[in-house]
């Protein structure tokens, strides 16, 4: 079982930046792939960034060059740097994280970003 717990969100300028946590605890030992998804008002769910446990990573094309995903293995939080935000950007975030055994997904509770001015 794993816990997730994000924080960071808020409101935030158009060309500002922010950075997202997630906090895990449990059995991160069986977590393979990590990854942030957001859901914009009135659109379905999008995955923005995902992490492999070796390293590698993907971007949406939408986000690709400004948002960077990274872990941290002190304390097991994931994290997702955002820089030069506009209104497009604007929804709630979710951290996610994939149990390796049988594909498991665990969810955050959602972070709400708003870049306005």
């Known amino acids: 079982q794993v816990q997730l717990v994000e924080s960071g969100g808020g409101l935030v300028q158009p060309g500002g930046s922010l950075r997202l946590s997630c906090a895990a605890s449990?059995?991160?030992?069986?977590?393979?792939?990590w990854a942030w998804y957001r859901q914009a008002p009135g659109k379905q769910r999008e995955l923005v960034a995902s992490?492999?446990?070796?390293?590698?990573?993907r971007y949406a094309d939408s986000v690709k060059g400004r948002f960077t995903i990274s872990r941290d293995n002190r304390d097991n939080t994931l994290y997702l740097q955002m820089t030069g935000l506009t209104p497009d950007d604007t929804g709630v975030y979710y951290c996610?994280?994939?149990?390796?055994?049988?594909?498991?997904?665990?969810w955050g509770q959602g972070a709400q970003v708003t870049v306005s001015s």
């Open positions: 996610n994280a994939r149990h390796a055994g049988w594909g498991h997904l665990y």
């Open positions: 992490m492999i446990s070796h390293g590698n990573k």
């Open positions: 449990g059995s991160i030992f069986s977590i393979d792939v």
